[in-house]
């Protein structure tokens, strides 16, 4: 889940529905009810919202929603991205340790994107996926296939490969999947890195 305050004022300059977040803090809690694993995805942005990092921790600490601090990216070319606008893992760290007590937790898998911590009481865990300060390229293994069709091998590239010709040929599974390894072995974007 997306949600990068709990305050209406900096969601309504986000997206322009000061109402998103008592919608998506809803959402959150019928998923819960339902007994779903949650995680809520935050993008910290220096100047809009790096006051709300104490106030989100504090909202999903203790309730089994994981938390995951994002550094602000530069994805695509839409978003006006400028370095002076991220605020790297460390701040987020700092931030958040002057009001409790927290230490790193191993990662769960090879290739985890969220350096973890958990809450020393017990009461959870947090992430923080510093992709700005801390690059994880080497070890990504994270790919999208946008709506139209293009596979693309880096989050941060905004040219993807065509495999939707192939998807929509009939093309075997195997063709597919060679196509789709083919591209992946042989990606150069690094981007972060």
Not at 21 to 37: C, E, P, S
Not at 174 to 188: A, D, G, K, P, V
């Amino acid at each position: 889940v997306s949600l990068d305050t709990l305050s209406k004022d900096i969601a309504a300059r986000l997206n322009g529905r000061a109402d998103s977040v008592k919608r998506t803090l809803a959402g959150i809690a019928t998923a819960q009810d339902a007994g779903l694993g949650i995680k809520v995805n935050t993008v910290v942005q220096r100047g809009l919202n790096e006051e709300e990092i104490l106030p989100l921790a504090r909202k999903f600490k203790g309730t089994g929603v994981i938390l995951r601090f994002i550094e602000f990216m530069d994805v695509g070319t839409l978003n006006g991205w400028d370095l002076e606008q991220v605020v790297p893992a460390k701040e987020i760290v700092n931030i958040v340790s002057k009001e409790h007590s927290i230490e790193p937790v191993e990662a769960n898998y090879t290739g985890e994107v969220a350096l973890r911590y958990r809450f020393t009481d017990g009461s959870g865990e947090f992430g923080i996926i510093p992709s700005v300060t801390q690059p994880f390229c080497s070890n990504c293994t994270r790919m999208r296939l946008s709506p139209d069709g293009h596979f693309y091998t880096c989050l941060f590239s905004d040219n993807g490969f065509n495999i939707r010709d192939a998807l929509r040929d009939g093309q075997s599974d195997s063709h597919i999947e060679s196509l789709i390894q083919n591209i992946w072995t042989s990606r150069t974007d690094q981007y972060s890195e």
